[in-house]
């Protein structure tokens, strides 16, 4: 059973930074692109970042790209999402995700976390 546990969030303030961890169990981490969503109060839960299985293809959404960086540690079986010049538009709760591709995180993922908190103040 895949299990991924979000930690990391927080209240910030805009022009900030936080970073993210996402520990996985539960199969061989190694072998899935991971990724992060969020959802923001009221709006549909987005797509944010995707990471491959080897850490060399990632992909961000417009809004967040140049501020972000997802990165992955498959030792630890634990990815990251640095989140730097935070805007108070950032302010969601972030959603670790992984399906069964190697590449891209599916665009539903299978896996879900819990999601953890961020916010972001003005």
């Known amino acids: 059973q895949v299990q991924l546990v979000e930690s990391g969030g927080g209240l910030v303030q805009a022009g900030g930074s936080l970073r993210l961890s996402c520990a996985a169990s539960?199969?061989?981490?190694?072998?899935?692109?991971m990724g992060w969503f969020r959802q923001a109060p009221g709006k549909e839960r987005e797509f944010v970042a995707s990471?491959?299985?080897?850490?060399?293809?990632?992909k961000y959404a417009d809004s967040v790209k140049g501020r972000f960086t997802i990165s992955r540690d498959n030792a630890k079986n634990t990815v990251y999402l640095q989140m730097n010049s935070l805007k108070p538009e950032d302010t969601a709760i972030y959603y670790c995700?992984?399906?069964?591709?190697?590449?891209?995180?599916?665009?539903?993922?299978?896996?879900w976390g819990q999601g953890t908190q961020v916010t972001v103040s003005s």
């Open positions: 539960g199969r061989t981490f190694s072998s899935y692109a």
């Open positions: 995700s992984t399906g069964n591709t190697r590449v891209m995180v599916p665009t539903t993922p299978d896996y």
């Open positions: 990471i491959s299985t080897n850490g060399l293809v990632t």
